[in-house]
């Protein structure tokens, strides 16, 4: 069951930039940064909300690590941007496979490994009315990532 809006994925230029301007616009904070080469990008999470399934809510700020990775390709057509919706489940394994049988394109057989050790995949924008969804299990069970 999707129970939380995960995050919000922002494709951006320049990282550190991007985090300086919501830091200094909203006052909010990075909670977490890393590089995951897999899927080629520098990324920072801000904290928003704590959410009522105990996990929480955050924008993830994305810089791709080179240009044939989804975020660079992305970034050269359309510029800055919203980028993809993640949300949240206890059994990402079991949410992905019920959405396959309803005939929506997942986009990995097994999930991989997403921001602060979680378990992503992906549902093709074509068929999700334009949106690039993702799926996250958060790596601590009860949700707290
Ligand atoms: C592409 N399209 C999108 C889109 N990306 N539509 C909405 N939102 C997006 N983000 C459209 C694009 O305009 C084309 O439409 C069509 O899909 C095919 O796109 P393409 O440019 O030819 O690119 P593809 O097909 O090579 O790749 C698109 C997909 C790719 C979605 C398959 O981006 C992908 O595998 N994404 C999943 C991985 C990912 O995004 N990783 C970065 C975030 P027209 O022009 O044909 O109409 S990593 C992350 O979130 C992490 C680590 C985390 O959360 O922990
Ligand atoms: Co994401």
């Given at each position: 069951m999707l129970t939380r809006i995960d995050h919000i994925g922002i494709a951006c230029f320049d990282l550190d930039r991007t985090v300086e301007f919501y830091r200094a616009t909203y006052g909010f904070e990075v909670f977490h940064t890393e590089i995951n080469e897999e899927q080629g990008v520098r990324e920072a999470?801000?904290?928003?909300?704590?959410?009522?399934?105990?996990?929480?809510?955050?924008?993830?700020?994305?810089e791709p690590t080179r240009e044939d990775s989804a975020v660079g390709k992305w970034l050269a057509k359309n510029g800055e941007g919203v980028?993809?919706?993640a949300f949240g489940t206890a059994d990402v394994d079991a949410d992905a496979g019920a959405i396959r049988d309803k005939g929506v394109r997942v986009l990995y057989d097994e999930p991989?490994?997403?921001s602060m050790g979680s378990r992503i995949t992906f549902l093709h924008p074509k068929d999700c009315h334009g949106v690039l969804t993702e799926l996250v299990t958060a790596a601590d069970p009860s949700g707290q990532h």
């Open positions: 999470m801000l904290k928003i909300n704590e959410t009522s399934d105990g996990g929480a809510s955050y924008l993830q700020l994305l980028h993809h919706i991989r490994t997403g």
